[in-house]
């Protein structure tokens, strides 16, 4: 411990406020974490949880007496005096009607995990070390791993799965947000760090600050050095994810975006890719049945890809084949081989690939938007970057420049080359190929019927 400085005294306090800043001085007096407090009162035969701990010295209410003695002895000094100086604030604070809330519940705000998740072992164990400092995160900074990909292949859903494994590692409790980055509204900074300090224990009936750098000061007090996981689900951009970052180590962050989230330095980044085969196949099993599926191996190949190995796709045409259990499955599988139809047969309910590719392809910028047209009046799938100069009529560092615009917003994949001076080839994924080519049948279409040539009046 630290005696350099003299020791907070209690008598001092004369409001719950102030007698939270003596507890506060009381911790940095004793030079204690969080979790060494918890340990040490162990050793006393008390219960402080750490959750608690940072709660209640993150807010200004007046704690309860149970947790006033366990702080106190693990802090290392006699319990009485503060006993009896919160016993005195508490009979002046119920003169004046003040309210005093209780310790607030650890935040378990995941969504349910899916019974049909498979694979992707390489990714969870990667994300698992990312968030656990397994990795080797500098000590005190907050662990991030953004999870990018293509709208449908899985991001939300290998979040949520992994965040529900690491439940025991996070027993402060685990935040969630979909951010909506990939629609026309999403979430501000100050619409979610009201929800989160809510969550964290921020009485309801006290006012938050408007100001979103107060609020995410606030946020940060009321995170810091708790094992909590905060799970920021459909990103788009750094900007939305800067104000809704805690500030010291205790927490982690999981993050999911479309985008790959170069500039914001996370511990680890995990681009998610298709399903293997087998995976796919393993997946549809799970929802169609794994007895259909292994009567009619050869057509469960065939959905799997045509479905581009998607799992968004699979988990639409497994229900589809759960809902017509009359249905072979390669009655699917030819309805899938008509490329003119494959979009319109994907989808159910509130599922539909094409949706999802409208929210990636609206979010793009307009030149973007034409380039992602032109590419997908192409039969091949791949092309280098001198293929799509010629295509796009521009010299071969700006093809590039636009190709890699695509690579980040997660809509095309770039493979390197073998061999030295080889060049890098460009992949457009067979599903949002579709999608593109839709988009250039249409919007051509419409631009011709536009220009002053096409509404000249014949003579």
Request: with cysteine; hydrophobic share 45%.
């Amino acid at each position: 411990m630290s005696h350099t400085n003299a020791v907070p005294s209690p008598e001092t306090a004369r409001t719950p406020e102030e007698f939270v800043r003596l507890l506060r001085r009381l911790r940095a007096w004793s030079e204690l974490t969080y979790r060494e407090l918890e340990i040490r009162a162990q050793r006393h035969g008390l219960h402080l949880a750490r959750s608690t701990t940072a709660a209640v010295l993150g807010r200004g209410a007046l704690p309860r007496a149970g947790f006033v003695h366990a702080y106190v002895a693990a802090c290392g000094l006699t319990p009485e005096p503060w006993l009896g100086a919160r016993q005195r604030i508490a009979a002046a604070s119920e003169t004046r009607g003040a309210d005093i809330p209780a310790v607030p519940a650890v935040p378990a705000q995941l969504p349910c995990d899916l019974a049909d998740f498979t694979g992707r072992e390489a990714h969870l164990t990667a994300i698992g070390e990312g968030l656990t400092g397994a990795s080797g995160t500098t000590h005190g900074v907050v662990p991030v791993v953004a999870v990018s990909g293509r709208a449908g292949v899985g991001k939300t859903s290998l979040a949520v799965h992994a965040a529900h494994a690491l439940t025991e590692r996070f027993t402060d409790g685990r935040l969630f947000v979909d951010l909506r980055g990939a629609s026309s509204a999403p979430a501000g900074p100050r619409e979610v760090l009201v929800r989160f300090l809510r969550a964290l224990g921020l009485p309801g009936p006290i006012a938050v600050p408007d100001a979103v750098e107060e609020l995410g000061a606030l946020y940060r007090t009321l995170s810091a050095h708790r094992d909590l996981l905060v799970v920021l689900d459909n990103a788009a951009s750094e900007r939305q994810i800067r104000p809704l970052l805690p500030g010291v180590g205790g927490p982690a962050v999981l993050v999911t975006s479309r985008h790959r989230l170069t500039s914001m330095g996370p511990s680890r980044s995990v681009e998610l890719g298709p399903l293997s085969p087998d995976q796919g196949v393993a997946m549809l099993a799970r929802i169609a049945g794994a007895d259909r599926v292994a009567a009619e191996r050869q057509a469960a190949a065939d959905i799997v890809r045509l479905c581009g190995r998607c799992p968004l796709a699979l988990r639409i045409a497994g229900a589809r084949l759960a809902c017509r259990r009359q249905w072979p499955l390669d009655r699917l599988a030819d309805l899938l081989r008509d490329d003119r139809r494959r979009l319109d047969e994907l989808a159910i309910g509130d599922l539909a690939v094409r949706e999802r590719l409208e929210q990636e392809y609206a979010a793009l910028p307009q030149e973007a938007r034409r380039t992602f047209r032109l590419l997908g009046l192409l039969e091949a799938p791949c092309l280098p970057a001198g293929a799509a100069a010629a295509l796009l009529d521009c010299p071969v560092g700006l093809a590039e420049t636009r190709l890699e615009a695509l690579v980040d917003a997660s809509l095309l994949t770039a493979v390197p080359g073998e061999g030295t001076g080889a060049t890098t080839t460009y992949r457009m994924p067979d599903l949002v190929r579709l999608y593109a080519r839709e988009r250039a049948g249409a919007e051509e279409a419409a631009a011709q019927c536009r220009s002053p040539a096409a509404q000249r009046p014949v003579s």
